[in-house]
C-alpha cells in the first residue's frame, strides 16, 4: 500500500520561509522520481518541482526557480521542499506525487 504524507505547510508572511515534507511509505524514493505539484481551488494543479531517482538532478516551474529547492533523505525516505522569500501568489495546497500516487497535501497561506 503506497502512501505519502506532506506536512510543514501553514501561515506565513510574504518573505517568508517553509519547509514541507512528503514521507513515503510502499515505495523506495530513491528509485523514482518525485514531484511537488500545488493547486489552488478553481484551478488546475501547477507543477513545482522534481527531483530524479538519482536524487541529483532536479527541476523547478519558472515561478519557483531560484527560491524552492527540492532535496531527498533516503535513510528517511523522504523528500522536502524548501520555499524561500514566499509570496501571496505561493498560496496554495502543495501535494507530493510518486509513480502515479499523490498524497493528501499541505496548505500554505503566504499573507500579511
Known amino acids: 500500500d503506497v502512501q505519502l504524507q506532506a506536512s510543514g505547510g501553514g501561515l506565513v508572511q510574504p518573505g517568508g520561509s517553509l519547509t514541507l515534507s512528503c514521507v513515503v511509505s510502499g515505495l523506495i524514493v530513491r528509485n523514482y522520481y518525485v514531484k511537488w505539484i500545488r493547486q489552488v481551488p478553481g484551478k488546475g494543479p501547477e507543477w513545482v518541482s522534481t527531483?530524479?531517482?538519482?536524487?541529483?538532478?532536479?527541476s523547478y516551474a519558472v515561478s519557483v526557480r531560484g527560491r524552492f529547492t527540492v532535496s531527498r533523505d533516503d535513510t528517511k525516505n523522504t523528500v522536502y521542499l524548501q520555499m524561500k522569500n514566499l509570496k501571496p501568489e505561493d498560496t496554495a495546497m502543495y501535494l507530493c506525487?510518486?509513480?502515479?500516487?499523490r498524497g493528501q497535501g499541505t496548505l500554505v497561506t503566504v499573507s500579511s
Open positions: 527531483i530524479n531517482s538519482n536524487g541529483v538532478d532536479t
Open positions: 506525487e510518486i509513480y502515479g500516487y
